[in-house]
């Protein structure tokens, strides 16, 4: 199976750039389809963008469509998330995740795998 670390989160100013990475060990990400979700305290975990194995189809929340660029490297076998503009609604922990499926989801329950999180937060 798959491990999965997320880095590159931290403090940013509004309308800044951060770019997370999600490195994986185990297994070949192109065995999965991929997504990045955030949460905040109180909120259930929101899908943010996705990947999917099958056509390495791509599709992303409304509210970072244009701003968000999900990727990944099969060289280094790492998904990375690429954060433009970004918002102080944008606050979150930011997670990585894999399946198995050929097609993604915005399902958080449909996922099997995780990293552990990184915070990113936006001061305005």
């Known amino acids: 199976q798959v491990q999965l670390v997320e880095s590159g989160g931290g403090l940013v100013q509004a309308g800044g750039s951060l770019r997370l990475s999600c490195a994986a060990s185990g297994r070949a990400l192109s065995m999965y389809s991929l997504a990045w979700f955030r949460q905040v305290p109180g909120r259930e975990r929101e899908s943010v963008a996705r990947l999917a194995r099958t056509r390495g189809l791509t599709g992303y929340a409304d509210s970072v469509k244009g701003r968000f660029t999900i990727s990944l490297d099969n060289a280094k076998n790492t998904m990375y998330l690429q954060m433009n503009s970004l918002k102080s609604e944008d606050t979150a922990v930011y997670y990585c995740?894999?399946?198995?499926?050929?097609?993604?989801?915005?399902?958080?329950?449909?996922?099997?795998?995780w990293g552990q999180g990184t915070q990113v937060t936006v001061s305005s």
């Open positions: 995740a894999a399946r198995i499926d050929p097609l993604s989801s915005t399902s958080s329950s449909a996922f099997n795998y």
